[in-house]
C-alpha cells in the first residue's frame, strides 16, 4: 500500500486533548424547551429536580448559558484511561466500496464498557461522589449504560444499582455479569421492589418490561433512599454536554489534517451519541462560520424524529419524572419484539430535537437487516465488530460514499461508531442465519401512543 | 492528579513501528531442537512439511538463522487497521496497591478479534494468499485464534474453515457467532467428517473434544483438499516470529521514554503472547548486553513447564502431526473439566522450552480462583475486562508490585495484557457466584500422560 498522509487512525496527543466540555446551548438562537412539572404544567426549578438528580448536574442542565464547561481533574484522568478515542480513516472501506469518498469514523468502543456511554457516566458518578452520595441508580435496556456506569462506580466507590429491562436481563446475562464483576447490583425490571414495579406487574403480569418502566423503578429507588440519586445515560442536556468531548476531539483531530466533514452521521436512540459528536460542528453551524449537512439515522421501528410529534411527554412509563419537549412516539411506545440492539426509547434528547425543528439536521430512517448488512459488511471490510446502534450511522455513511462513487465527488464523511456488537450476537446469529425480520409500524400502531400524550402546558 | 511525564498510554506514530519481525533463534545459542517425523524419528524437511503448511511459513519456521524478517507491506497495512497496540502505565493500579513499582501493561484486545492472535493470524492468511490457496483450516479451543483467523481471512478473502472444541462451541456460541460473521465456517470437533474425527467419536462416543484432537481433524482436512493448508496459533517457531511485534513495539515504547523493565510477565498456553513479548529482551539477554526477569506464568491445572517433562511429544491427539521437543504433560493430556479459559495445550512452544531449559527464564502456576480475584480487582481498577488467560500475567505482576510494597522498591514491572473476556462471561459469573472451583490434578494424574510419550530420536 502507498504510504498515506493520513494515517490510518488520528490519535490525539495527551496536551490536544479537550479540556473543557462544549455546551450546544449557548449557541443556540432557540434554546430547547425547558422540564416541565407535570401536575402544575410550569418549568421544573432546580429545588424541584434535586430530590432526583445531584446538583451540580442539575446546574448543568439547567445552564444554557455557559459555552466552556471546565472537566474536572479527576475526569480528565479518568479520560486518559480509555481516551482520546481514535479517529480512524476507513481506508479499506473505501477500497471496497471504490469510492472517491473519504470516510472517518470516531471508535468509542475501546473501553471495556464498550460504547461511548463512559464519558458521562463517570462525570455522573464523579459529582455524586462529590456531593457525598452513597450511590447513584439507573436504567439499562441494551445495557452498554448500566455497563459504563458500573465501571465509573466501582473506579470512584460508589454503590450502584441498575435496573435492567427485564428481557434484556435475561437474554443477556453476560452484560449482567460484567455489571456484577464491577460490583453493581442488577434487577430485572419490572421488579417487586418498587411501587411502580408492583403497579406494572399487577397490570400486566407477563410484560418483559421497557425503557420507561426501568427508568420509573429507578427514579423512585433513588427519591426514597437517603444518599441516593438518579442518573441517567440519555436524552439530558447534561449528557449531551459530556459527550462532546466525542465531538471536540473528532474536531481537533481533523482540523490537525485541514481536513473539513461534509457529512457528519450519528445513530440516534436519546440523542447521546449523536448530540456530542457533532456539537462543536453544529456550534460553528449556529454561529455561521461553516456549513454541515448532519444526519441522525434512527431505527424504522422505534421513528421517533421521522415519524413523531414534537411535543411534551413523559420520558418514562410509569409517568413520575418531568415532561420535556422532543420528538416523541408517545410514553406507552414499545419498538415491535423483533427489534434488536439499542435506539428504543420513545422519545429524543430536547436539545437535539429543537435543532431537528429548526432544520439545523437531517433524520432518516432505516431497517434492521438492511443495518446488519451493513455491519456484516463493516465487520469483514473494517475489522471491528459494531454495535447494531452504531451499525445505523455505518449504513448511511455507505449509502452517501456510494452516492459520491456515482458522482464523482470527494466528499468528506464521518461518522460515530459508538460501540461494539461483543453483547449483540443473539442478533447476529438470527442474521447469519437468516431469520431476521423488519417491522414498520403502521400509522394506525403508532396512534397508539402519539394519540395519549399528556396536557401540553401553554406558558 | 499531577501531570505526568509517562502518559498513561503510550502509543507509537506510524513511522515509529517496526517494519521487521525479530527472531529470537538467531541469538539462542542452543537452537530449538527441529520437529521431527514421527514415523522415521528424522527432522522434518521443508518438503515432508509442504503438504500441511504454507511454503514461507515452512521456511520461517525452519530459518534459524535470520535475525530480522521484513514484514510484507500488505501485513503492515492491516497492522495499521489496529496497531500499534498502546503501552499502558497502571497508575490506578500501583495507587491501588500502594506500591513503589511502575507497572506497564502491553495491551493486546484493542482489535474484534480480542486478542494478539491477529498479529499471526495476518501473516499466515497472507502467506497462504501469496501462495495461491483457495483457504486455510484450523482449530479453536477457547476460540481467540479461530476469531483471529476469521477477519484475517475475510480481509484477503480467504476461505476459512475452523474445528472449534465442541465444549467451546456448545458453551460458546458468540464465539462462533462471530466467526460466521466474518465468513468462516465452523464445525464442532471432533466431528464425522474427518477419519480422525469419527475414529475418535468411534472409541469415545460422549467426547467433549479436546485442542488436539481439533487439531488432527483440521490437518487431516487441508492435506486432503487441494488448495488447502493448516495453519496455528500458537506453539510453532513461525507465529513466535510474527508474535515479536509485540515485543519490539513495547521496547520501542519503552525506550522512548527511557525506561528499563526489571521484570516482564506474560501468561503461557502454548507461548505465541509470551514467545512475542519477550523477544526483543530475550534477544539482549542472549547477547549478554542486558539482563531482564522473565516469567511465565501457566494454570495450575495445565502445568506444561512447571510440572511436564522436556521431550519429543506430539502436538495433537491424533498423533498424526509432527513431533516437537518441548515442555510437555503429553499429547493424551485434558485438562480438569472445571479449568475455564485458555492455556489448554499440552505442550508449549520448543522455543520456549529451550529457553526454559537453559534457565533463561522462570516459570509459575496459578491456581484459577486466585487469577479470577486479580481479573476481577484489575477490572474494577484499569477498566478493562480481561481475558482469563492474560488474567494469569496480572495476577503475578500484582504479586511482585506487592513485594515491591514491600521492600520500597521502585521496579520495572511490564506485563503482557493480551485480550479481553467478553467471550469468557460463563467463567465470571461462576467465579461472582462463588462456584468457581480449582483443580491441581495430582502426580497420577499427570503420570498417565508423561507415561505415554512417543519413542524419543537418538540424532
Known amino acids: 500500500m502507498e504510504n498515506r498522509k493520513i494515517p490510518y487512525k488520528i490519535y490525539l496527543n495527551e496536551d490536544e486533548m479537550p479540556k473543557n466540555w462544549y455546551n ?166 419490572p421488579s417487586m421492589e418498587t411501587n411502580v414495579g408492583r403497579k406494572i406487574l399487577a397490570e400486566h403480569p407477563g410484560t418483559t418490561g421497557s425503557l420507561g418502566c426501568a427508568i420509573s423503578e429507578a427514579v423512585e429507588v433513588a427519591t426514597s433512599n437517603p444518599g441516593y440519586r438518579y442518573v441517567l445515560g440519555s436524552v439530558l442536556n447534561q449528557v449531551l454536554l459530556h459527550q462532546s468531548v466525542i465531538g471536540l476531539e473528532t474536531k481537533i483531530a481533523l482540523d490537525k489534517y485541514g481536513i473539513v466533514p461534509d457529512i457528519i452521521i450519528g445513530c440516534a436512540g436519546g440523542g447521546s451519541n449523536l448530540g456530542g459528536l457533532i456539537s462543536p460542528f453544529m456550534g460553528e453551524k449556529l454561529r455561521g462560520e461553516r456549513d454541515y ?22 420520558c418514562d412509563t410509569g409517568m413520575i419524572c418531568p415532561l420535556a419537549k422532543m420528538y416523541t412516539l408517545g ?61 445505523h450511522a455505518i449504513k448511511v455513511a455507505i449509502d452517501e460514499a456510494k452516492k459520491c462513487a456515482e458522482t464523482g465527488e470527494a466528499k468528506n464523511i464521518v461518522f460515530g461508531l459508538t460501540g461494539t456488537g461483543y453483547f449483540d450476537l443473539v442478533a447476529y446469529e438470527q442474521f447469519n442465519n437468516g431469520t431476521m425480520t423488519d417491522h414498520i409500524p403502521t400509522d394506525e400502531e403508532l396512534a397508539v401512543g402519539l394519540n395519549a400524550l399528556p396536557p401540553q402546558p401553554t406558558f
Open 24 to 189: 450546544v446551548r449557548a449557541d443556540m438562537k432557540v434554546k430547547p424547551a425547558p422540564l416541565v412539572n407535570p401536575g402544575t404544567l410550569q418549568p421544573m426549578t432546580a429545588a424541584d429536580l434535586s430530590p432526583v438528580f445531584c446538583d451540580e448536574l442539575i446546574a448543568q442542565e439547567l445552564d444554557n448559558d455557559t459555552r466552556e464547561v471546565p472537566i474536572p481533574e479527576e475526569i480528565l484522568g479518568f479520560y486518559k484511561m480509555y481516551r482520546p478515542s481514535p479517529l480512524v480513516r476507513a481506508y479499506c472501506l473505501e477500497e471496497k466500496l471504490q469510492t472517491p469518498a473519504h470516510i472517518y469514523y470516531k471508535f468509542e468502543g475501546n473501553n471495556t464498557s464498550g460504547s461511548h456511554k463512559l464519558n458521562s457516566a463517570i462525570a455522573q458518578a464523579y459529582y455524586a461522589k462529590k456531593q457525598g452520595l452513597r450511590g447513584v441508580t439507573t436504567e439499562t435496556g441494551a445495557g452498554q449504560w448500566g455497563t459504563a456506569l458500573s465501571m465509573a462506580c466501582a473506579y470512584l466507590g460508589l454503590d450502584c444499582k441498575v435496573y435492567m429491562v427485564k428481557v434484556s436481563y435475561e437474554q443477556k446475562p453476560f452484560r449482567r455479569e460484567v455489571m456484577r464483576t464491577y460490583g453493581a447490583s442488577v434487577t430485572p425490571s
Open 331 to 391: 410514553a406507552g411506545f414499545i419498538p415491535s419484539p423483533n427489534h434488536a440492539g439499542g435506539l428504543r426509547f420513545h422519545g429524543m434528547s430536547p436539545v437535539l430535537s429543537q435543532l431537528y425543528h429548526d432544520g439545523l439536521m437531517e433524520a432518516v430512517s432505516a431497517e434492521q437487516t438492511a443495518v446488519f448488512e451493513a455491519a456484516e459488511f463493516f465487520a469483514r471490510t473494517e475489522g471491528i465488530l459494531p454495535a447494531p446502534e452504531s451499525s
Open 293 to 314: 449537512r448532519i444526519i441522525a439515522v434512527e431505527p424504522a421501528s422505534c421513528p421517533s424524529f421521522t415519524r413523531g410529534k414534537f411535543a411534551y411527554d413523559f
